[in-house]
C-alpha cells in the first residue's frame, strides 16, 4: 500500500482565515481523495481530485469553500476558506486504485477558534 | 442513499473475551465492504475488504464475514493491543468510488 503524508498534522486557526492542507504519496496514483471526520460523527467524503481534471464535489460542499489542487500524481491539497468554528474537524486524504480499498493518511487536526 | 449502521457504539471487553462487532448496511447493489481500524489521533488503517454475501477474510484474532444486509466482525480472544475505533464502509455502483462510513465501534479490551 501507498505511504501517505499531510502536512500540517495539526493547526489552530482564527475564524475568518484560510488553511491549505497538503496530501503527499510516495507513489503515483490516479484517484485522490479528501474527507472530513467531526468529532463523535464518520468521515464523510468531501472531494474526488483527479489528476489534470476539476475535483469533483460531493453534495453539500462547494468549491469556493474547499477548493482543491491536483497538480501531478502524486500531490493534492485541500484549502479550507474563510473558516468557522463548525470548520474544526480532522481532514484525511485517502487514495485508491478506484473500486476498491482507500488508503488514508494519517490526517490534519483543525481547530477554528 | 447508501447507510451503515455500526453497533454497539463503544464495547469493553476483558482480555481473552471473544464478541462481535456489527455493521449494517442499506446500499443500492454493494461493489464492496470495508474495515478499517483507527487509532486515537491517526488515519484509519484498512483491515478487511469482502465483496460478496458468504465472503469471509481473516486476519490474526480478526475474522470479518458478510451476509446480504450485514457484516460482522469477530474478535476473538482479543488483547489490549486490540484497544481501537473499527470503521465500516461500503462502496456502491455509479457515479464515484467514495466510501461511506458508519460511526464506528469503540472496542477497549481491558487486560
Known amino acids: 500500500s501507498a505511504v501517505i503524508s499531510q502536512k500540517p498534522s495539526r493547526d489552530i486557526c482564527q475564524r475568518g482565515t484560510s488553511l491549505t492542507i497538503q496530501c503527499q504519496v510516495d507513489s503515483q496514483v490516479t484517484m485522490m481523495f479528501w474527507y472530513r471526520q467531526q468529532p463523535g460523527q464518520s468521515l464523510t467524503l468531501i472531494a474526488t481530485a483527479n489528476q489534470g481534471s476539476e475535483a469533483t464535489y460531493e453534495s453539500g460542499f462547494v468549491i469556493d469553500k474547499f477548493p482543491i489542487s491536483r497538480p501531478n500524481l502524486t500531490f493534492s491539497t485541500l484549502t479550507v476558506s474563510n473558516m468557522s468554528p463548525e470548520d474544526s474537524s480532522i481532514y484525511l486524504c485517502?487514495?485508491?486504485?478506484?473500486?476498491?480499498?482507500?488508503?488514508f493518511g494519517p490526517g490534519t487536526r483543525l481547530t477554528v477558534t | 442513499e447508501d447507510q451503515v449502521t455500526q453497533s454497539p457504539e463503544a464495547l469493553r471487553l476483558q482480555e481473552g473475551e471473544s464478541s462481535s462487532l456489527n455493521c449494517s448496511y442499506t446500499v443500492s447493489g454493494l461493489r464492496g465492504l470495508f474495515w478499517y481500524r483507527q487509532d486515537p489521533g491517526k488515519g484509519p488503517e484498512f483491515l478487511f475488504t469482502?465483496?460478496?454475501a458468504g465472503e469471509e477474510k481473516e486476519k490474526e484474532r480478526l475474522k470479518a464475514t458478510l451476509t446480504k444486509k450485514e457484516s460482522f466482525l469477530h474478535i476473538t480472544a482479543p488483547k489490549p493491543e486490540d484497544s481501537a475505533t473499527y470503521l465500516c464502509?461500503?462502496?456502491?455502483?455509479?457515479?464515484?468510488?467514495?466510501?461511506?462510513f458508519g460511526t464506528g465501534t469503540r472496542l477497549t479490551i481491558i487486560p
Open positions: 464502509a461500503v462502496q456502491a455502483p455509479g457515479g464515484n468510488e467514495k466510501l461511506t
Open positions: 469482502l465483496y460478496s
Open positions: 485517502s487514495v485508491g486504485p478506484g473500486w476498491g480499498e482507500q488508503y
